[in-house]
């Protein structure tokens, strides 16, 4: 691995190139998380770095960060509101953006992953999930990607195949998720609830209104699993509020070290995504040591050997989902090795100073480019 610590390369002046990764949020879900990693990263390689958003905290205010930009900057796409302005604006720059596809979006008329839709190939005329406009949406997304000639990057070669015909012509490079190790993050005692024996973990941003992650189907999950396991208590995190029903307790969006932190403290993580790119939750929990549950769709079977560092199962099927949590919880030896499988596969493909490494590469060769004019 590359010493993450000292500047990519000396051969050009790459001290005096900008950089800005945009973001819709600032603080708040996966695509904020990976953009604050590499700005730092660049930073501490001597690179001027920065991190802008759409909308500044929770109120929904816009940034008052957003500024115009000179044509040194080196834009880094994470997430927008809007991808045809959004890249539209980097026209006058001196390098191309790079876009990193944490969804689908950038080439579906609305929607976020299409499922078993495959209307997106062919214009998405008649979105049959009622988003309007949907056929001229797309197409503003596929003109303004074919004049503005992003670097594309996908997390998972699920979701860079899928690219690749959306866009052909377009190559897609494969940069899997990076995250902290868990030693490096502070506990957080106050966000954890008073439980004792296992603990069963359900993560998403919406909780149990997460249309992609099944938050309405989180407690059908956990009944079944109560059955064998009457003992087990549940934790649901990612709700509006904070709440408690006999032995399911709700937490509202917490920080990601306090998410880490009980990680540290649970039994096994159900994760019922039924749509996916290569989330971070499961990277979290592989880091934490703990036992994950999930269905294997889009990139998640990029993350998790089934039977070896976690468990897949049949999309939609919640009763296997629930008998396989079960089976782990009623075998503890076998579940902390599989967990301690997925941590050395964690720490040996996804940490950070790897990802930035990857796309240091690539800012590299934007940056030499534009040495050479």
Same mark, same amino acid.
Request: proline share 5%; hydrophobic share 40%.
């Given at each position: 691995?590359?010493?993450?610590?000292?500047?990519?390369?000396?051969?050009?002046?790459?001290?005096?190139?900008?950089?800005?990764?945009?973001?819709?949020?600032?603080?708040?879900?996966?695509? +904020?998380?990976?953009?604050?990693?590499?700005?730092?990263?660049?930073?501490?390689?001597?690179?001027?770095?920065?991190?802008?958003? $759409?909308?500044?905290?929770?109120?929904? &205010?816009?940034?008052?960060?957003?500024?115009?930009?000179?044509?040194?900057?080196?834009?880094?796409?994470?997430?927008?509101?809007?991808?045809?302005?959004? /890249?539209?604006?980097?026209?006058?720059?001196?390098?191309?953006?790079?876009?990193?596809?944490?969804?689908?979006?950038?080439?579906?008329?609305?929607?976020?992953?299409?499922?078993?839709? &495959?209307?997106?190939?062919?214009?998405?005329?008649?979105?049959?999930?009622?988003?309007?406009?949907?056929?001229?949406?797309?197409?503003?997304?596929?003109?303004?990607?074919?004049?503005?000639?992003?670097?594309?990057?996908?997390?998972?070669?699920?979701?860079? $195949?899928?690219?690749?015909?959306?866009?052909?012509? /377009?190559?897609?490079?494969?940069?899997?998720?990076?995250?902290?190790?868990?030693?490096? /993050?502070?506990?957080?005692?106050?966000?954890?609830?008073?439980?004792?024996? $296992?603990?069963?973990?359900?993560?998403?941003?919406?909780?149990?209104?997460?249309?992609?992650?099944?938050?309405?189907?989180?407690?059908?999950?956990?009944?079944?699993?109560?059955?064998?396991?009457?003992?087990?208590?549940?934790?649901?995190?990612?709700?509006?509020?904070?709440?408690?029903?006999?032995?399911?307790?709700?937490?509202?969006?917490?920080?990601?070290?306090?998410?880490?932190?009980?990680?540290?403290?649970?039994?096994?993580?159900?994760?019922?995504?039924?749509?996916?790119?290569?989330?971070?939750?499961?990277? $979290? +929990?592989?880091?934490? &040591?703990?036992?994950?549950?999930?269905?294997?769709?889009?990139?998640?079977?990029?993350?998790?050997?089934?039977?070896?560092?976690?468990?897949?199962?049949?999309?939609?099927?919640?009763?296997?989902?629930?008998?396989?949590?079960?089976?782990?919880?009623?075998?503890?030896?076998?579940? &902390? +090795?599989?967990?301690?499988?997925?941590?050395?596969?964690?720490?040996?493909?996804?940490?950070?100073?790897?990802?930035?490494?990857?796309?240091?590469?690539?800012?590299?060769?934007?940056?030499?480019?534009?040495?050479?004019?």
């Amino acid at each position: 691995m590359k010493d993450s610590t000292i500047p990519f390369s000396m051969s050009t002046n790459l001290s005096r190139l900008r950089m800005v990764h945009h973001t819709i949020l600032r603080d708040q879900g996966g695509t +904020a998380m990976i953009a604050g990693l590499l700005s730092l990263g660049m930073c501490s390689r001597g690179w001027d770095s920065r991190v802008e958003s $759409e909308i500044c905290g929770t109120n929904g &205010r816009p940034s008052p960060d957003l500024k115009g930009r000179d044509q040194d900057v080196l834009v880094h796409i994470h997430s927008t509101q809007n991808w045809p302005k959004t /890249l539209l604006s980097c026209l006058g720059l001196k390098q191309r953006p790079v876009v990193t596809m944490h969804d689908a979006s950038l080439f579906t008329g609305g929607c976020v992953y299409p499922l078993e839709c &495959r209307k997106w190939l062919a214009g998405c005329h008649e979105c049959q999930r009622g988003y309007s406009d949907s056929h001229e949406d797309w197409q503003r997304r596929q003109d303004a990607a074919a004049l503005v000639k992003p670097v594309l990057v996908s997390p998972s070669a699920w979701l860079a $195949e899928m690219a690749e015909r959306a866009f052909p012509g /377009l190559k897609v490079r494969v940069i899997a998720n990076g995250i902290e190790q868990a030693s490096a /993050l502070k506990d957080d005692q106050g966000h954890i609830p008073d439980f004792q024996g $296992e603990l069963v973990l359900f993560v998403a941003h919406g909780g149990v209104e997460a249309g992609y992650k099944s938050g309405g189907q989180w407690m059908r999950i956990w009944k079944l699993i109560k059955k064998t396991r009457p003992r087990a208590r549940a934790l649901f995190v990612g709700n509006k509020v904070q709440d408690r029903t006999a032995d399911v307790f709700h937490l509202p969006y917490l920080p990601n070290h306090a998410v880490r932190s009980i990680m540290e403290r649970a039994s096994i993580l159900i994760y019922p995504s039924i749509a996916d790119n290569h989330p971070l939750v499961i990277l $979290e +929990a592989m880091m934490s &040591r703990l036992p994950v549950v999930s269905f294997g769709v889009g990139g998640i079977p990029e993350q998790i050997k089934s039977g070896s560092t976690g468990i897949l199962i049949r999309p939609g099927d919640y009763q296997a989902m629930a008998e396989s949590a079960a089976g782990l919880l009623m075998h503890p030896r076998q579940a &902390r +090795a599989m967990a301690e499988q997925a941590y050395g596969v964690a720490m040996d493909r996804f940490t950070s100073p790897r990802m930035i490494d990857e796309y240091g590469d690539i800012y590299q060769d934007l940056a030499a480019k534009k040495e050479e004019k």
